[in-house]
């Protein structure tokens, strides 16, 4: 070997014992930078409000703790978060995904919300190695991609799908729905949810009245109302985004179409639900990523922060905020920023503490947690499903004219 080979590697050998550095790892920096896609503005922008506020919390609560320790550093690290409106459209996610990496040069990401809209953030991810820890998108719409840089928790669209029917069966045989009808988006979310509810329908004996998808961002629905109407109708299963919801729960009243149960999945569960329709909203039940009322360390208090804050309940914030406490919690286990070794941290792993919950992410990085139902009355949401001894029980609804 040459005097200059043998100088030239004796030089690397030198810097990379004073970095602290081995071969192909990440030189720390003064802060850690999580990344995030988040729906801003647009049809979704209910949502992406209560997804920012809560991995905003989450990463505050960190800081308050000093910041993440992580090993190649030598010290804890305060983290900053950043954000990149995706307007609520798949098709710019992939532009606030390039923004947030080669702009803002984040060191990992946590997702947006939505299955069309967290696959193309997948995409992206997949394209540049960065880490994107993931909530809220199906895992029929992520697992068959085989994505090597993402992980997700949620749960699967039939385990949510069959949770009106046990709620039904629970219920005394002559309140039970006769003629209920489906309504549900014409969007691969919308048509894996449909297809899941009819499978569900068949199984525990019920068959639909009225099985009719709808545009998502429609001003009228009175052709949808007018056939449930006409089929005498007494429940719907709803799946559509909040403004469309708010939309058809408003016309179902001016047509004087009134069902006992309508229980709606991604629409009815947000406050702008409740602050549009009012008392118009009492009995109407959502389905929810998480509940205040779970019995895991910090859910009481983080819905009492939010209550507080906003005068209005959330059965979202703790999903979002888990998210971001599983990416944490990953990074002081990698002991680097290195996406690889933060993936490794997740795929595989426990997570004990979330606010949802125990988490166990299986050899693909998917974690499953349990749906839930509840009821807005008087303002507030009510987890009655899955069961809480001595929790609240539905109430099946009054026609408009008798509430």
């Known amino acids: 070997m040459s005097i200059f080979r043998l100088l030239t590697a004796g030089c690397v050998a030198i810097l990379a014992a004073i970095s602290g550095m081995v071969p192909g790892a990440l030189a720390a920096g003064d802060e850690i930078v999580i990344g995030a896609p988040i729906s801003l503005t647009g049809i979704f922008a209910a949502d992406g409000l209560e997804q920012k506020w809560g991995y905003e919390q989450a990463i505050a609560d960190a800081n308050a703790r000093g910041g993440v320790f992580v090993k190649a550093a030598g010290k804890k690290l305060p983290v900053r978060l950043v954000v990149a409106d995706d307007e609520s459209e798949p098709g710019k996610v992939a532009g606030a995904m390039e923004r947030l990496i080669k702009v803002d040069k984040v060191d990992l990401l946590l997702s947006t919300h939505g299955g069309p809209m967290n696959v193309a953030g997948a995409i992206v991810a997949e394209k540049y190695k960065k880490f994107y820890m993931m909530t809220t998108c199906f895992p029929f719409m992520w697992s068959p991609q085989n994505f090597k840089w993402s992980a997700l928790f949620f749960f699967t669209a039939g385990s949510a799908a069959e949770v009106p029917f046990k709620i039904w069966n629970s219920l005394p045989e002559d309140q039970r729905p006769q003629r209920p009808a489906l309504v549900s988006e014409d969007t691969p979310d919308g048509h894996g949810f449909g297809g899941a509810f009819k499978s569900f329908a068949k199984q525990y004996g019920y068959s639909f009245a009225v099985d009719e998808p709808w545009a998502v961002g429609a001003k009228d629905y009175s052709a949808h109302i007018l056939k449930m109407k006409a089929a005498k109708v007494d429940a719907i299963l709803l799946f559509g985004a909040p403004a469309d919801s708010i939309t058809l729960v408003r016309q179902m009243k001016e047509h004087g179409l009134s069902v006992k149960y309508l229980h709606g999945w ?55 905020y888990a998210n971001a406490q599983v990416l944490l ?62 929790g609240w029980q539905v109430k099946l609804a009054p026609a408009w004219n008798e509430r």
């Not at 009492?282 to 922060?305: H, K, M, N, Q, T």
Request: hydrophobic residues 40%.
């Open 329 to 390: 919690e990953a990074i002081e286990r990698a002991g680097t920023l290195d996406s690889a070794a933060v993936r490794d941290a997740v795929v595989g792993g426990t997570y004990e503490n979330t606010v949802v919950g125990k988490l166990s992410f299986d050899d693909k990085g998917l974690a499953l947690i349990e749906s839930t139902a509840n009821q807005w009355f008087d303002g507030k949401q009510h987890l009655f499903y899955p069961p809480v001894e001595g």
């Open 266 to 320: 991604k629409g009815t569960w947000t406050g702008e639900f409740h602050d549009a329709l009012g008392k118009d909203s009492d009995y109407v039940i959502a389905d929810g990523f998480w509940s205040a009322d779970f019995p895991y360390a910090g859910s009481a208090e983080l819905g009492e922060r939010y209550f507080k804050q906003f005068n209005k309940p959330s059965v979202t914030i703790g999903a979002f």
